[in-house]
């Protein structure tokens, strides 16, 4: 069964300082993995995904993540974050094989408090 | 354009009560799911259909039973409510199951059972 742990609950920052949010997972085989984040009152929106290539992928709003396989790892992050990025970010990871086809598991959410 | 839709967006009932909780989605998309956050946030999957058929069946109890009637609805009902199915049931649907497809997600549905 696949699994991912998000390290933090809740990160505080203020404006222009760097982001890093921690993502683990575990499966046996190959992953897609996602970051997916849902600002205050809204639904959950995509951010970035990664399923192949270039270990370091880019979304939206800035936001980078680098799969580092070794370490089952896909860690989030983002230069200079702005108020406007609080919200509650989500790691999830999707199998690609037997009864993990298609299931999208998620971790327990970090939420994100920037202040101006 | 709305891409996913539920209704209704907050449902309160009583304990012991049956509901159903609708979605719909205009992507075209084949595949729908159900989640559930609970009070801690965390997100877990309950369904999912392919096509108006069951392929992801988690550990959910039986008082809850999914309805495609077609492939761009996907409906939720739930019997014999309990104080612990209160929560936000999210409806999601993505091109298909497997793959880099995303998924895209609607607004929520906030249950509360009294």
């Known amino acids: 069964a696949q699994s991912v742990s998000q390290h933090n609950h809740h990160v505080i920052l203020s404006e222009a300082a760097s982001l890093e949010l921690g993502c683990n997972y575990s499966y046996g085989g190959t992953v897609n993995l996602f970051w997916y984040v849902q600002y205050p009152g809204q639904h959950l929106q995509l951010l970035l995904k990664?399923?192949?290539?270039?270990?370091l992928v880019k979304g939206i709003k800035g936001f980078e993540a680098e799969f580092i396989k070794s370490k089952f790892s896909f860690n989030l992050r983002k230069p200079s974050v702005q108020w406007s990025d609080t919200a509650e970010y989500f790691c999830?990871?999707?199998?690609?094989?037997?009864?993990?086809?298609?299931?999208?598991?998620f971790g327990q959410g970090t939420i994100l408090t920037v202040h101006p | 354009d709305t891409a996913v839709s539920q209704t209704p967006k907050y449902l309160v009932t009583q304990m012991g009560n049956d509901k159903s909780i609708k979605c719909e989605q205009n992507l075209g998309h084949d595949t729908m799911y159900w989640y559930k956050q609970d009070s801690k946030k965390f997100l877990k999957i309950m369904f999912s259909?392919?096509?108006?058929?069951?392929?992801i069946n988690e550990t959910v109890p039986n008082r809850f039973s999914p309805k495609s009637p077609d492939k761009a609805h996907l409906n939720l009902h739930i019997n014999s409510l309990e104080l612990g199915d209160s929560a936000v049931y999210f409806c999601?649907?993505?091109?298909?199951?497997?793959?880099?497809?995303?998924?895209?997600f609607g607004p929520g549905t906030r249950l509360t059972v009294t």
């Open positions: 259909y392919n096509n108006k058929e069951l392929i």
């Open positions: 999830a990871v999707k199998g690609t094989g037997g009864t993990s086809y298609g299931k999208l598991t």
């Open positions: 990664y399923f192949s290539g270039d270990p």
């Open positions: 999601a649907s993505s091109q298909f199951a497997g793959g880099t497809y995303e998924q895209y």
